[in-house]
């Protein structure tokens, strides 16, 4: 199906531990966000990347690892999970213009 | 800078009445201007956006909301709420400006309950 699609949906892991959220569009948009959203703070941007192989850091990027060798995915890790970590995450891409970001469904990240 | 301030945190409405959702902004440039939906345990669904072309911006499901510059407000309304109307909206900010995406600026959202 066309659209923008994450993986995991649903994740549990431990402190310290290696996590990598997956994100898949199928539109060839150019840009890719990841999005982190907590209660009280609304969604914050983590990482963007404008093309393959460009990525830049949003407003929240500690303690996150992004990659971009292929259009289509943006994968998101947590090189060593910390329980401030615990969150929903989204993936989202934009249109050609820029302007419009379409997101996925999100995947809940709970770090015992 | 750019902010936007949702003004209710909470709405509740019984069903099939009038929907009012407030969002006032605040850029430095002419904004884009968006309301999202988020369903429980939902990604953001895009209901309407606006980007200077018609003040009154028609959606999806029977949204629409008013750019008012001079108010710095883009309220969002729909006549008849529906029981499927429940869930949170955002009031989202985009500037081009300075760079080549649109960088988005979220409200803190407001929670719409709708009651038979």
């Known amino acids: 199906d066309a659209g923008i699609t994450q993986s995991p949906r649903y994740k549990i892991t431990e402190t310290g531990r290696q996590v990598t959220l997956m994100c898949h569009q199928t539109?060839?948009?150019?840009?890719m966000f990841w999005y982190r959203q907590d209660l009280g703070h609304g969604l914050r941007l983590i990482y963007y990347s404008a093309a393959a192989d460009i990525t830049d850091k949003g407003e929240v990027p500690d303690g996150y690892v992004v990659s971009r060798s292929k259009t289509e995915n943006f994968p998101l890790t947590l090189e060593s999970a910390t329980r401030s970590q615990t969150s929903v995450y989204f993936c989202?891409?934009?249109?050609?213009?820029?302007?419009?970001?379409?997101f996925g469904p999100g995947t809940r990240l709970l770090v015992l | 800078a750019q902010s936007v301030t949702q003004l209710d945190s909470h709405v509740s409405v019984s069903e099939g009445t009038p929907v009012l959702l407030r969002c006032n902004y605040s850029?430095?440039?002419?904004?884009?201007l968006f309301w999202y939906v988020q369903h429980p345990n939902k990604g953001l669904q895009l209901l309407l956006k606006?980007?200077?072309?018609?003040?009154l911006v028609k959606g999806i499901n029977g949204f629409e909301a008013e750019f008012k510059k001079s108010e710095t407000s883009f309220h969002l309304t729909k006549p008849s709420a529906h029981m499927s109307d429940a869930a949170e909206y955002f009031c989202?900010?985009?500037?081009?400006?300075?760079?080549?995406?649109?960088?988005?600026?979220f409200g803190q959202g407001t929670i719409l309950t709708v009651h038979p």
């Open positions: 606006y980007t200077s072309a018609a003040t």
């Open positions: 989202a891409s934009s249109d050609p213009g820029g302007e419009t970001q379409y």
């Open positions: 539109w060839s948009h150019s840009y």
């Open positions: 850029s430095s440039y002419s904004p884009s």
């Open positions: 989202v900010v985009s500037d081009l400006s300075g760079t080549s995406y649109g960088k988005l600026t």
